[in-house]
């Protein structure tokens, strides 16, 4: 009987306070989940235990399955009935499936932990999401220039790294071909950028302003030694590559790489000036999900700021709640490749979402770029 009285108040509780769960269910931390929830998203996004913890303190369980692509995450939910109860999606492809009517308003009343949340990342997602109804942010990062310090101080180009113009110019972009070029393979993003270094909507879907990009791109090709998959850092973090343009995640993940195979080469990153490309990293319930309750109660646990030090730790990538702060440690605050300094955050801008016909002429533009065919 007191078993089944203990049960049924873990009910009531989720069923109608499920913000303070936490707080008042007293869980037996040997017994196996009585339910299990379904998490959807990119691979190693989150520190593992999190989740060994979440179960810990709730009795639910978490059951993490990784999509490898945009377009597997896109096909997963139109399909309907997914069976996931929170999904992690970039900010384009949330546009999308809010467009698409597959994803369900939060009820921020479960969310307490998203009311302090980081005010400029809440603007940034307000142009994929307006009025932040359909999601939270969870992680963020930037598009930039990662780099061997050593060859690049030994140029005394330094500062050249300083703007835009060192990939947009040829004669600059020149200089630094012969020790290593190497572009990430992400066409949206440079799309955004060179519309953006041309003062055109960063956004635009007009093919004419999209052709224009393309003519900007084209001219990196004959100064690039490779257009490289993300996560493929072996050249820079091995000396074979001076300078990349790509994710800022790929500065930490260079670093590690470097520090693990005892190269000595020191790993540096800038946001040029003139206008940073902040990618979003944001949490969502479908429409369809099976525990929609447990699912706020997910995303709530995610948000608070020890939990999300804890991500940011084990993924170099900035998180949303400035309140974590305190748990971050010191040499991950002050990287600016993880936490870019103010001014860099001001100048924030965000890719678009394009639909099918501007999708294709990006992917035939692209090829057009790296291959000049």
């Not at 339910?35 to 009795?59: C, H, M, Q, R």
């Not at 384009?92 to 994803?103: D, F, M, R, V, Y």
């Not at 030994?154 to 020790?179: G, N, V």
Request: hydrophobic fraction near 40%.
């Amino acid at each position: 009987m007191n078993s089944l009285l203990r049960n049924l108040a873990t009910f009531l509780a989720l069923t109608f306070c499920p913000d303070t769960l936490m707080a008042q269910a007293k869980i037996d931390r040997n017994a196996a989940p009585e339910k299990t929830i379904n998490l959807y998203a990119w691979a190693d996004d989150f520190d593992p235990s999190v989740f060994d913890d979440f179960t810990k303190e709730t009795g639910i369980g978490v059951a993490y399955d990784a999509y490898a692509s945009n377009e597997a995450l896109d096909a997963r939910l139109a399909a309907g009935k997914s069976g996931y109860d929170v999904v992690v999606l970039s900010g384009p492809i949330l546009q999308k499936e809010i467009a698409a009517g597959l994803l369900q308003k939060l009820d921020k009343s479960k969310l307490p932990a998203a009311t302090g949340l980081w005010p400029e990342i809440t603007a940034s997602l307000s142009a994929f999401d307006p009025g932040n109804l359909y999601a939270v942010n969870y992680t963020w990062f930037t598009f930039g220039l990662t780099y061997n310090e050593e060859t690049i101080k030994a140029r005394h180009e330094e500062a050249t790294l300083s703007s835009w113009d060192a990939i947009f110019r040829p004669e600059i972009l020149k200089k630094f071909a012969d020790c290593g070029v190497e572009v990430q393979d992400s066409p949206n993003d440079l799309f955004a950028i060179a519309l953006h270094y041309l003062r055109l909507d960063p956004r635009s879907k007009s093919l004419t302003d999209l052709k224009r990009a393309s003519e900007l791109l084209y001219n990196l090709r004959r100064n690039v030694k490779k257009f490289r998959t993300p996560g493929d850092l072996a050249d820079l973090a091995g000396g074979d590559a001076c300078l990349t343009v790509g994710w800022s995640s790929d500065a930490a993940q260079a670093r590690q790489q470097a520090h693990d195979s005892e190269s000595g080469i020191a790993i540096g990153y800038v946001i040029p000036k003139g206008g940073a490309l902040v990618l979003l990293d944001n949490l969502a319930i479908p429409k369809d999900a099976p525990h929609a309750d447990e699912a706020h109660l997910l995303i709530n646990y995610l948000l608070r700021p020890d939990i999300a030090a804890r991500n940011t730790k084990a993924t170099h990538f900035a998180n949303s709640v400035p309140a974590s702060k305190p748990f971050v440690s010191q040499d991950i605050l002050t990287d600016t490749s993880i936490y870019p300094d103010p001014s860099a955050m001001k100048s924030f801008f965000n890719a678009g979402g394009y639909n099918a016909p501007e999708q294709a002429f990006i992917a035939r533009e692209w090829t057009h770029v790296k291959t000049g065919k």
